[in-house]
């Protein structure tokens, strides 16, 4: 089992910044790829940004790309996601998530774990 906690989010203007981080406990050895998604009322959840647990790579939606940067520190066993040049359009829930398996990694359905969302809200 791997728990996930999730802290950061708020409230910030149109252009701010802000951060949030995920902190794995449990089996985190074996996960191999920790995103971050996002939803917002109505929707489905959509992938925001993905990075490997033992490598630096990373990927990115195309709406988030040049101003959302994922990271992790292993040592803390913390992945982050570092937003700025926020825009209304980034408001929702987001959550950070786990799989223990490589392949597909902009599906939600292929995750084992889930954090317990963090609300973000850009105003304009």
């Known amino acids: 089992q791997v728990q996930l906690v999730e802290s950061g989010g708020g409230l910030v203007q149109a252009g701010g910044s802000l951060r949030l981080s995920c902190a794995a406990s449990?089996?985190?050895?074996?996960?191999?790829?920790m995103s971050w998604f996002r939803q917002t009322p109505g929707k489905e959840r959509e992938f925001v940004a993905a990075?490997?647990?033992?490598?630096?790579?990373?990927a990115y939606a195309d709406s988030v790309k040049g101003r959302f940067t994922i990271s992790r520190d292993n040592a803390k066993n913390t992945v982050y996601l570092q937003m700025d040049n926020l825009k209304p359009e980034d408001t929702g829930v987001y959550y950070c998530?786990?799989?223990?398996?490589?392949?597909?990694?902009?599906?939600?359905?292929?995750?084992?774990?889930w954090g317990q969302g963090s609300q973000v809200t850009v105003s304009s």
């Open positions: 449990g089996r985190t050895a074996s996960i191999y790829y």
């Open positions: 998530a786990a799989r223990l398996f490589s392949g597909f990694i902009y599906s939600p359905n292929d995750y084992n774990y």
């Open positions: 990075a490997r647990w033992s490598s630096t790579s990373t």
